[in-house]
């Protein structure tokens, strides 16, 4: 079929299937949806089908790490990953669709993330030009072609292009699926960064407010594997820190981050809370004698903490809280926003969407709207001038 005739195809339908895959800045593994989405825009309906993680083989996990920094994040190697990333996740996609039951040529769409190897947020100039950057691997036409199936992926540069930081991107999908008249409500994601967006009652998208309020998971994991000696790569269920106690003057320490008390616009990534970081963490707990479960109940804190802070400061009224990522898991830490948050707090699950499923199905939501030709960024979310539709659209 002629690809302008199968692109006009797609958007003739009243619904499409449409494949999410997303891999976070914990490089746990991949995370695929397959949804059925109807219309667009505000009327958008969406219904999940089938949801499943693929955790990463131990040896394409470490090649990752190996991009975040050191000698081996050459260009070299960045070309390759990019390359084998994009054979994985066609690989995971194939996979993903036999087991669900689900023939190749039903699907319309694959949203594709990728994995984020550096985030730029903040403009740095060369040669007199002045731009923020941002970059993904996991090569999208390696996964149309051997898919047969239509991908969208790359979907940050186009707001960056417009000025904005590229994030937090999953702020349009919040807005069309948890948007209320009546309750003032912060969708709190704990992923290996958190995030929040803001919906004030009765919003419009220019009401919507969305940022990076600091580290989730990221700091608490790198903790446990040095702990651990690798042994662990997190604190299950928040097990380890229910057994410790905080380190109050380590916390002050940690709240006092220049990024906590940034004000909006702004995004962070494992550039600022990553390994590099985690060295500085540690060097200081050991002078205060934080150690073993008490720095990881400490570490845990930060997280519950730098999120109060930003709704203190910078949100307005907050009636319902909505959590998600894989910090919704953790019992210790959803204790602790609990004493902290005078608000109502629910989890993505409760309104019948698995923890697992929500970022990538937020890719096929956005993903929708591009092959619609709707914008979908969100300028009070990321700084853009203006809204644009993300994503690029390999046939």
């Known amino acids: 079929m002629n690809v302008w005739k199968r692109l006009e195809r797609i958007r003739a339908k009243k619904c499409r299937k449409i494949v999410g895959l997303m891999s976070g800045t914990s490089v746990d593994g991949v995370s695929l949806v397959l949804a059925e989405v109807c219309g667009y825009k505000l009327e958008t309906k969406v219904k999940l089908l089938a949801y499943k993680t693929y955790p990463y083989p131990e040896d394409l996990r470490r090649m990752i790490f190996k991009l975040f920094g050191g000698d081996e994040a050459t260009v070299e190697n960045l070309c390759l990953a990019n390359f084998v990333l994009g054979e994985f996740y066609a690989h995971k996609i194939i996979e993903f669709l036999r087991e669900a039951g689900v023939e190749k040529g039903e699907v319309d769409l694959i949203a594709a993330h990728g994995q984020t190897v550096y985030h730029i947020p903040q403009p740095r100039t060369v040669n007199g030009i002045t731009t923020r950057a941002t970059l993904q691997i996991g090569e999208p036409s390696v996964i149309a072609e051997r898919t047969g199936i239509t991908v969208v992926a790359d979907f940050r540069p186009r707001d960056i292009a417009a ?38 009652a009765g919003c419009s998208i220019e009401d919507v407010l969305a940022f990076d309020t600091g580290p989730g998971n990221m700091v608490i994991d790198g903790i446990v594997r040095r702990l651990t ?38 995004t962070t990534g494992r550039e600022m809370f990553g390994e590099a970081f985690v060295d500085k963490v540690m060097e200081k707990a050991q002078k205060l004698g934080v150690w073993g479960e008490d720095l990881v109940a400490t570490v845990t804190a930060f997280t519950a903490e730098s999120i109060a802070y930003n709704y203190e400061v910078f949100l307005g009224k907050v009636d319902l809280v909505i959590l998600g990522g894989g910090g919704a898991k953790n019992k210790t830490l959803l204790g602790m926003l609990q004493r902290r948050l005078n608000a109502e707090i629910k989890t993505h699950e409760d309104f019948g969407i698995p923890e697992q499923a929500k970022e990538p199905l937020g890719m096929a939501v956005l993903a929708n709207e591009t092959i619609m030709g709707n914008p979908n960024n969100v300028p009070g979310a990321t700084g853009a001038r203006n809204r644009v539709i993300m994503g690029k659209i390999i046939p």
């Not at 904005?164 to 290996?192: E, T, W």
């Open 163 to 200: 000025g904005g930081q590229g994030a937090p991107i999953i702020a349009y999908v919040d807005y069309v699926l948890f948007r209320s008249q009546d309750k003032n409500v912060a969708v709190q994601n704990i992923g290996g960064i958190a995030n929040v967006t803001y919906l004030p």
């Open 229 to 266: 000696r690798g042994r662990l790569n997190y604190d299950v269920n928040g097990n380890i820190a229910a057994r410790g106690k905080v380190g109050e003057e380590l916390l002050k320490w940690l709240v006092s981050h220049p990024y906590i008390s940034k004000k909006p616009p702004k």
